[in-house]
């Protein structure tokens, strides 16, 4: 099955600072991405999606990822941190095998500190 | 105006009960699933649902049901709660069941057995 993967399960940045959020993939065939965002008690809100083309996306509130096909990484970057920023970040991938199951990464904690 | 609702937000029982989460999308959708969220944040696919026709059972034991009366509903059915019922379930939509077409998730319901 294809999966990704979130090797950090808290990342902490100033405000102000660039953040970015590691999300690795490992699919057979081209990949289709994503990334979500979870506030407390909330549902998990689309963020961006690569598919094809650039490999540079932009999304919603100023985040873009980056897709990397010889490292199979799609890390998710925002210039500048806010506080709001602050959230659950989920990283997905459709199964193209499994009838385009979306599986989404473990979350990474995203804190962003005045 | 919300566009994935569900009810109740909320809903603690004991026991062997058995309870009913609803859920509606007004996004004119054709794909809804049902999503659950362990303690530790991890999302997994238990249902969804494509112009009503069941298209995935994540190993979901039987106790637990979908049913749709309709393209914008899927609701779930859950008989004998047990104690590792206790979570949070989402529900989600999709345009169709297309690899590049986001998930559009409701805000949970938290469930807690007693």
């Known amino acids: 099955a294809q999966s990704v993967a979130q090797p950090e399960d808290q990342v902490n940045v100033a405000e102000g600072n660039p953040l970015t959020v590691k999300c690795t993939y490992s699919v057979s065939g081209n990949p289709y991405l994503f990334w979500y965002v979870q506030y407390p008690n909330r549902g998990l809100q689309f963020l961006l999606k690569?598919?094809?083309?650039?490999?540079l996306v932009k999304g919603s509130y100023g985040f873009e990822a980056e897709f990397n096909k010889s490292q199979t990484s799609f890390h998710l970057k925002k210039p500048s941190a806010l506080v709001s920023d602050s959230a659950l970040y989920f990283c997905?991938?459709?199964?193209?095998?499994?009838?385009?199951?979306?599986?989404f990464g473990a979350g990474t904690r995203l804190t962003v500190k005045p | 105006d919300t566009a994935v609702s569900q009810t109740p937000k909320y809903l603690v029982t004991q026991m062997g009960n058995d309870k009913s989460i609803k859920c509606e999308q007004n996004l004119g959708h054709d794909t809804m699933y049902w999503y659950k969220q362990d303690s530790k944040k991890f999302l997994k696919i238990m249902f969804s649902?494509?112009?009503?026709?069941?298209?995935i059972n994540e190993t979901v034991p039987n106790r637990f049901s979908p049913k749709s009366p309709d393209k914008a509903h899927l609701n779930l059915h859950i008989n004998s709660l047990e104690l590792g019922d206790s979570a949070v379930y989402f529900c989600a939509s999709s345009q169709d069941l297309r690899a590049a077409s986001p998930l559009h998730f409701g805000n949970g319901t938290r469930l807690t057995v007693t």
């Open positions: 690569y598919i094809t083309g650039d490999n």
């Open positions: 649902y494509n112009n009503k026709e069941l298209i």
């Open positions: 997905a991938v459709r199964d193209v095998n499994n009838n385009n199951d979306m599986r």
